[in-house]
């Protein structure tokens, strides 16, 4: 190089070199050689003029500094450090007659250029040359700020890489290497925006460049645009398949070479913008998936549980294949012990998603039943959720020996890690659901809520069973003792109406005449006040028998009119309709026969007329019976209080009134029992009221009796 | 004679009073087990009286022993049922007839006076 760029030289201007040697003819050359470009230049003539001159110097900067390795007052190395220290940014350079690879090796891992004594000023301009390049090269590394971006010249002709550079110099920051192996140096130190490289230059390529780089991870994002000839179609398709970006014809068309570069740096930019948010994104992606697909397998898990749980009304919750299920979703071991509700035997149900984990677990469920004292400290201790282990229950006192015994053996089965939900509800302990672990596993990723939610389920399920029974239970006690009521209070009844009625017939025997009239009535009142308590026992049974399932029908020919001609005269003979102070007038066809239970429709009509009686203010009662295509069709009107609105489809239910208890008497079962009687033979009932004026009761039955399935 | 099979003591002493003052005599038994003894030991009425007494089924045992012992299957029996499943019973054990509690006087002189010395229904 006879002479520096133009660029290089304009740089040079602003620097300031320092010069050490002893051989002053030597320093005295340089300096003449370095005079045109205008530098500041210090010298010195050994290490202890050196350093005063730096000291006096103080504050200024230093750019360069070319060290003359063997001065007489030491080697320049030790100087290094100094310099080094007051200039963090000094390009160093020492001088040295004796040049082996290792000083070399050494020296560009100190980033210090060990040369040979420049004996001609080309030598002088190179070094300077070199100096400055390696300078500007770190000024760039210094500077990320630039907007401008840096694009790495690799090209090994000087003058071609100068006027790549020049041609750049608008838009980019360029920086210079001559070979490749420099160019692999820069690339990994300054992470340009863009590498332009020839293709062909001496040593390392262009072709081992761009397979070089991109085995670098660091830089192997940074786009390399090649250089290269005519006619070279099979190299460039190679070199563009290694993973160049982009190629250029020599000669290279700036314009082109701009664009192409600019094209590529913006493109880089954005991609780097993006990139850390992409591979956070990314990672927070699959933890986004993986949790939701876990999310699904857990509510998953809880709903498959509800059915496993709340099947039919009457049966136990399926706690066991809940169990099972659990381990199968979230691995590992888990216990009920279940400590209540009290009409059931505690409990413990195992399950593990190993099937030789299973085993063993089961067998020790086996060996060893829940014990009263356990079951007691959990009521006390296990209040909330707790995560605790086995070995430490095993060393705690609090425990009895024997469930300290129980904890050893779980343990020596290979289990430890716990966490405990009680199976609490209303203040009512049914026991504790436990995962179970082996030493040294941990409980998978949103195990714990799962558990807490599981039991919630296992409780209601617990809970509500145990309130089903005790409902039925109740129930069921009720309708025996109603159905033993109603026995007991029937036993006298029949002695009481024989006895009457016995009297009855003698009395024409046994009384005066003129005081049997008298006598006569009161038995009849008697008598009639026996059926009326015979009814309402009759009721009472016949309700609990319904709810019991056990209310039967006899099917045979029977006569409805017949028998609402016997019920009328019934009532007439016991004075019943004299009593109510109401008129009966039938309006029966002569003869309807249909497929009924005799004793039932018998209940039906004596229930509607009574009631017709009771409510019927005194007023007249009509009964009417006809044909009515496939039916008979039976109605009972009275005119007294009558039926409010809302009342009336209330009124066929089970111990419902219309009215006040204490006005009315009676248990309000009537209807209720009229209502399953009709459904019973296979018709329909319904009311019509106004009330203070009438109400009609209509009954609708098939002649044909009910069919296979009796209407609701 | 009537041998009426009654537990309760009200009930058994007004049966037997109706009936008596009818003209029937009367035997009693205190229940199903007393009956069978009596009848194992040579009585033989000429009609029975049998309580069903639900849910006490005494009445059932005893009716169905009498039927499977050959000597004594020939007597007539009315069965007192407490409800009106009577005709059921009726049918089942084969008896002539059955009475619904409370009896009607009226009811229970025909029902007797019809079965008296009566022979059992064919099965």
């Known amino acids: 190089m006879t002479e520096l760029s133009l660029r290089l030289a304009a740089r040079l201007r602003e620097r300031r070199v320092l010069l050490v040697d002893d051989d002053a003819l030597a320093s005295a050359a340089v300096s003449r050689v370095l005079q045109p470009y205008g530098m500041h230049i210090v010298t010195a003539r050994s290490l202890q003029q050196a350093r005063k001159e730096l000291g006096e110097l103080r504050g200024e900067r230093i750019d360069f500094a070319v060290i003359d390795d063997g001065l007489t007052d030491g080697t320049g190395r030790s100087l290094v450090t100094e310099l080094r220290t007051l200039h963090p940014q000094v390009t160093l350079a020492v001088v040295s007659s004796h040049l082996n690879a290792e000083r070399l090796l050494r020296g560009w891992q100190q980033d210090i250029a060990i040369v040979s004594k420049p004996t001609s000023p080309t030598q002088v301009r190179e070094l300077m040359a070199a100096l400055e390049e390696r300078r500007y090269q770190l000024d760039v590394r210094a500077d990320n700020s630039s907007e401008k971006p840096l694009v790495l010249v690799v090209e090994d002709s000087p003058a071609m890489n100068q006027a790549i550079c020049t041609s750049l110099d608008a838009e980019f920051r360029t920086v210079s290497a001559f070979d490749g192996a420099s160019a ?65 014809l020599k000669p290279i068309a700036e314009e082109e070479l701009r664009g192409r570069l600019r094209n ?22 699959e933890s986004l998936v993986a949790e939701v697909m876990r ?52 409990m413990l149900l195992v399950a593990h998603a190993d ?3 299973d085993e063993s677990l089961k067998n020790f469920a086996s060996q060893h039943p829940p014990r009263p004292d356990v079951v007691e400290h959990l009521l006390t201790t296990h209040r909330t959720s707790t995560a605790w282990r086995l070995s430490e229950a095993a060393n705690d006192d609090s425990y009895s020996k024997l469930a300290r015994e129980q904890a050893v053996a779980l343990v020596a089965r290979g289990f430890d890690s716990c966490y405990s939900v009680p199976l609490l509800a209303r203040g009512t302990f049914f026991g504790v659901l436990t995962s179970l672990r082996r030493s ?20 209601h399920a617990i809970e509500h069973a145990w309130l089903y029974r005790e409902a039925t239970h109740a129930v069921r006690l009720r309708d025996d003792f109603l159905s033993i009521a109603s026995h007991e209070l ?25 005081s049997l009239a008298l006598v006569s009535q009161k038995t009849s009142t008697i008598l009639r006040n026996i059926d009326r308590l015979t009814r309402l026992v009759n009721d009472l049974l016949d309700t609990t028998r319904i709810g019991a399932g056990q209310f039967g029908f006899e099917f045979t020919q029977v006569d409805l009119c017949v028998i609402v001609r016997e019920v009328a005269e019934m009532f007439e003979e016991r004075g019943e309709l004299k009593q109510a102070g109401c008129t009966l007038q039938l309006d029966v066809d002569d003869s309807l026969v249909g497929r009924w239970d005799r004793i039932r429709l018998e209940q039906l009509v004596v229930n509607l007329l009574s009631n017709a009686l009771k409510y019927g203010a005194g007023r007249p009662v009509y009964i009417e019976c006809k044909r009515q295509g496939p039916n008979a069709r039976l109605s009972v009107k009275d005119h007294g209080i009558g039926i409010a609105a809302e009342d009336l489809k209330r009124i066929f239910g089970r111990f419902e009134r219309a009215v006040s208890v204490r006005h009315y008497g009676g248990l ?19 009311v019509e009221s106004e009330p203070g004026v009438h109400t009609v009761f209509s009954v609708q039955l098939p002649l044909d009796g009910p069919s296979e399935t009796p209407p609701r | ?71 004594l299957q020939t007597i007539p029996i009315v069965l007192l049922t407490a409800d009106a499943r009577g005709k059921e019973a009726a049918q089942q054990l084969g008896v002539n007839a059955y009475l619904s509690k409370p009896v009607d006087l009226g009811t229970l002189l025909d029902t007797v006076s019809l079965h008296y010395r009566s022979a059992r229904p064919s099965q």
């Open chain 1, 295 to 346: 999310q699904k397998r857990h509510s998953g898990l809880l709903s498959e549980s509800g059915k496993l749980l709340f099947g039919p009304l009457d049966s136990e919750p399926g706690l066991q294949p809940t169990l099972r299920m659990l381990v199968e979703c979230v691995g590992g071991g888990a216990a009920i012990l279940q400590c209540g509700p009290p009409d059931r035997a505690n």
């Open chain 1, 264 to 285: 590529l740096v913006s493109h880089m930019r954005v991609r780097a913008l993006l990139e850390p948010d992409a591979s956070a994104q990314h990672r927070n992606l």
């Open chain 1, 490 to 514: 029937k036993t006298p009844l029949n002695p009481l109406q024989l006895q009457v009625q016995s009297l009855q017939r003698k009395l024409p025997q046994v009384v005066a005449p003129d």
């Open chain 1, 184 to 248: 692999i140096r820069l690339a990994l130190e300054l992470r340009p925006d863009a590498i332009l490289s020839d293709v062909i230059m001496p040593g390392i390529g262009g072709a081992d460049l761009v397979r070089i780089l991109r085995q670098r991870r660091e830089i192997d994002a940074i786009p390399i645009v090649l250089m290269t000839g005519h006619g070279d179609e099979r190299l460039r398709s190679k070199l563009l398949s290694e993973g160049a970006q982009d190629y250029v």
């Open chain 1, 355 to 357: 099937a030789d984990a």
């Open chain 2, 1 to 71: 004679m009537i041998l009426i099979v009654e537990d309760d003591a009200e009930n058994a002493a007004s049966l037997r009073e109706v009936l008596q003052e009818e003209g029937y005599p009367i035997e009693r038994a205190a229940d199903g087990a007393d009956a069978l003894r009596l009848l194992k030991g040579g009585m033989r009425p000429d009609l029975m009286l049998v309580d069903l007494m639900m849910p006490n089924i005494d009445g059932w045992k005893l009716a169905t022993a009498l039927r499977a012992d050959a000597s």
């Open chain 1, 440 to 459: 040294g596993q941990s409980r998978s990723q949103g195990e714990e809520p799962l558990l807490e939610q599981l039991a919630m389920r296992v409780t």
């Open chain 1, 668 to 686: 309000g079962l009537g209807l209720y029992i009229t209502k399953q009687i009709v459904h019973g033979l296979g018709g329909h009932i319904e």
